[in-house]
């Protein structure tokens, strides 16, 4: 296969599969008869069309508590993976803890944090959605800065080195491959971990708690909306991700 | 001469080793690497370090380089403690793996030494053009190293351990993963390189053509413990061309090395 064809066959395979499943989205919900708990993708249309104002005030909350929360997680998992790979005591004491938080489930933790800082503040929402992106961003950030190679760490202390510039030019540059593998996973688990935290209470906005709140009313179509909304706001944060990291890849070395 | 080094008085070895000893571990485990060396090297000798694996080569490199510190005896560089010497830049390095940084390009992986001593970018730029060109790799100055073959970033690496015009090498193996012709060119382009820089070099190998080729003397180790049990002078003169390879000065000093490192005379004249 040529390049072009190649390059031609990479855009227009996930476009066909695209099509393919609003088809089948669109063959089950037009032949369901009058029960309709499957809304077509017309009604779901409309309903974005008929209430954009609706949509775009949650999907904005939404996005700020998963933005709020991936830079905090983010932040606090980058400090504290650079004082473990410096301190191997650190590392020893908040290796459970990490593991803990690894495993905290969301649902439970949610109603306890809302309950923490009251049912008019998001906070707790953000937080949920910090504890989330600092697992993957810490875990990885951590063995980034360990792979530095012997003969490496050798060479920069055969050149007399100091601390500063040995970590700057080697330890570091090393570790941020590792650091973007983290935030692309932390960036979809910060949504995701946003809207979970929104379904299950604090303050009555935001796409998890409208997305459960038509649900249950009988509003298919504009739950579904909704849902189109996050997965949307999901795809932005993946990508942009995926930018920044292309564009620092091509930035590196100073 | 572009590539001159720093200056030296005559009288001042490069590396001076006296009684020196590195041994690892404590008590019933401890083991002896390196045991009773006496090692004096002149400025601007080439001295190849030779053995069998675990003879302590290797170790007596990294003591005269200050990555690990002796447990006994003295050791001098240049009349200074190894650690001065390491700061100072006294030494250049090279070793087995080129261990350059995947992200810089040939040049940027070449300036990085005068980078960390602060040359400013003109200068350093420059440097690192010229080195490019004396190694042979003036086109690929803005290649990654995952786009060079082995033999290309080992002289990357030797181009970088060049930088700071030092007066001594210490290479551990540096050809050790390259294959038998690679490094046969290597071996002559280094035999350049030294006798226009004028560096003495300490150079570590398990390859007795390459050592004699190379050296002006070469020493031989026997491991447990890590000892010198010979010296051999390579009477081949300055000058290493590659025809020197099939001199019977050349094939003399080989079968010489050959039994010094085996203790006794070696019957089996095809074996290389």
């Avoid at chain 1, 066959?9 to 309709?36: D, E, K």
């Avoid at chain 1, 990885?140 to 190679?149: C, F, P």
């Avoid at chain 2, 003295?74 to 403690?81: A, D, P, Y």
Wanted: charged residues 20%; proline residues 6%.
């Amino acid at each position: 296969m040529s390049a072009a064809a190649e390059r031609t066959l990479r855009i227009v395979a996930p476009i066909v599969v695209g099509v393919l499943l609003v088809a089948l989205w669109w063959a089950l919900s037009a032949n369901q008869g009058r029960t309709m708990l499957i809304p077509t993708p017309a009604m779901v249309t409309d309903e974005i069309v008929a209430h954009p104002d609706v949509i775009l005030k949650a999907t904005g909350i939404t996005t700020i508590n998963a933005l709020i929360g991936l830079g905090l997680g983010a932040i606090v998992a980058i400090a504290l993976a650079g004082v473990a790979a410096w301190l191997r005591i650190v590392d020893w004491m908040v290796a459970p803890v990490v593991a803990a938080v690894a495993v905290v489930p969301i649902v439970a933790l949610t109603p306890i944090l809302n309950t923490m800082f009251g049912a008019s503040s998001q906070f707790g929402r953000q937080l949920i959605a910090a504890l989330a992106a600092f697992v993957p961003v810490f875990i990885n950030v951590l063995r980034g800065l360990r792979q530095a190679k012997p003969v490496q760490r050798d060479l920069f202390a055969a050149l007399g080195a100091s601390g500063g510039q040995t970590f700057s030019r080697l330890t570091l540059p090393t570790a941020v491959p590792y650091l973007f593998t983290g935030l692309r996973i932390a960036s979809s688990l910060a949504v995701i971990s946003a809207l979970v935290a929104e379904y299950f209470g604090g303050p009555a906005n935001g796409l998890g708690t409208a997305i459960a709140t038509y649900a249950k009313s009988g509003k298919a179509s504009l739950a579904w909306a909704n849902v189109i909304a996050a997965i949307v706001v999901g795809l932005v944060f993946f990508l942009v991700t995926v930018l920044i990291e292309r564009i620092v890849a091509r930035r590196i070395p100073v | 001469m572009r590539f001159e080094t720093k200056q030296v008085p005559d009288a001042t070895p490069a590396v001076r080793a006296v009684g020196v000893g590195k041994t690892f571990g404590r008590r019933a485990k401890a083991v002896d690497a390196v045991a009773g060396v006496d090692l004096t090297i002149a400025a601007g000798e080439f001295v190849s370090l030779i053995g069998p694996s675990g003879c302590g080569k290797s170790t007596l490199m990294r003591l005269i380089a200050d990555l690990d510190a002796p447990t006994a005896g003295t050791l001098e560089v240049f009349g200074r403690s190894p650690r001065t010497a390491r700061l100072e830049q006294d030494y250049g390095i090279a070793f087995q793996q080129a261990g350059l940084l995947p992200w810089r390009s040939v040049v940027q992986n070449i300036a990085l030494p005068l980078e960390l001593h602060g040359v400013p970018y003109a200068e350093r730029a420059e440097r690192a053009e010229q080195l490019a060109d004396l190694v042979g790799l003036a086109d690929f100055r803005d290649h990654r190293p995952d786009q060079l073959s082995g033999g290309m970033q080992q002289r990357v690496a030797i181009a970088r351990a060049l930088a700071e015009k030092p007066r001594l090498l210490l290479m551990d193996e540096p050809f050790g993963a390259l294959d038998e012709m690679t490094r046969e060119r290597m071996q002559a382009e280094l035999a350049r390189i030294v006798a226009r820089t004028g560096a003495a070099v300490v150079f570590v190998t398990h390859s007795i053509p390459e050592a004699v080729f190379l050296s002006d003397r070469v020493v031989v180790m026997s491991p447990r413990p890590g000892r010198i049990t010979a010296e051999v002078e390579v009477p081949l003169g300055a000058e290493r061309a590659e025809m020197l390879r099939e001199s019977p000065e050349f094939f003399r000093t080989v079968s010489e090395v050959r039994e010094a490192l085996h203790g006794a005379p070696v019957g089996r004249a095809n074996e290389r």
